[in-house]
């Protein structure tokens, strides 16, 4: 497999319910992100992570917990979401120092 | 950080060439612009970057005027695939890793 994947590519929880989504690259980089798409919206930002440390956190609830156990791997873990927070979730790598940024397919969050 | 203002929407035949626009009047000398593309249902996928010299490679062509203040994205034939949403985005070398994507222009391809 090649690029960036994301996991599961659908998912559609309640408001009480605890999920994780994962992000996989296969590119090399050491540094990996996630970015939320709201419909009608600009991406956002969320967390990025580099060397396996978050070196940003954009004033996310802390009902979104990430975590990168290693550089090519990356999990975003869900608890108690609001119906606000449907969205897609994007996840991306790049290398250190460089700027260009390679992106996963996303995955389609509903909370209902 | 420096803003980009691009068309809300384009609309171009298939085969024909496309010129995407991006103002950035208070771009700065170490900005470097880049183009990202996103297809319905799909995460944005890089297209091209450049820093004052024309750039191209197999997807497409950027030009950048003289007083780098704007650039053009060319799609030299458009194709239905190329319908997608493009985004312009300043970019500085060494100053972090965030992307500023804006609202983009929706490229709509006709046959």
């Known amino acids: 497999e090649t690029g960036v994947t994301q996991t599961p590519r659908h998912l559609v929880m309640g408001m009480t319910n605890k999920k994780s989504l994962k992000c996989e690259q296969h590119l090399g980089h050491n540094a990996m992100y996630w970015y939320k798409q709201s419909a009608k919206k600009p991406l956002e930002l969320m967390f990025v992570?580099?060397?396996?440390?978050?070196?940003e956190n954009n004033s996310v609830p802390s009902r979104f917990s990430p975590e990168c156990p290693n550089s090519s791997h990356l999990f975003l873990h869900l608890h108690t979401l609001q119906p606000e927070d449907s969205a897609l979730y994007l996840c991306?790598?790049?290398?250190?120092?460089?700027?260009?940024?390679?992106f996963g397919p996303g995955t389609r969050l509903t909370v209902l | 950080d420096a803003k980009t203002t691009q068309p809300n929407s384009m609309e171009s035949n298939e085969e024909e060439p496309v010129h995407l626009p991006c103002n950035h009047s208070?771009?700065?000398?170490?900005?470097?612009i880049h183009w990202y593309r996103q297809l319905p249902s799909q995460g944005p996928e890089y297209v091209i970057h450049?820093?004052?010299s024309n750039v191209n490679n197999r997807m497409a062509s950027l030009a950048i005027a003289e007083d780098r203040k704007s650039s053009t994205l060319i799609l030299h034939r458009a194709t239905l695939r190329d319908a997608a949403v493009y985004y312009c985005i300043l970019s500085r070398a060494n100053s972090g890793y965030a992307l500023n994507f804006g609202k983009g222009t929706s490229l709509l391809v006709t046959p």
């Open positions: 992570y580099s060397l396996e440390e978050r070196v």
């Open positions: 991306a790598s790049s290398q250190s120092g460089l700027n260009t940024q390679y």
């Open positions: 208070t771009i700065s000398g170490t900005d470097y």
């Open positions: 450049g820093l004052t």
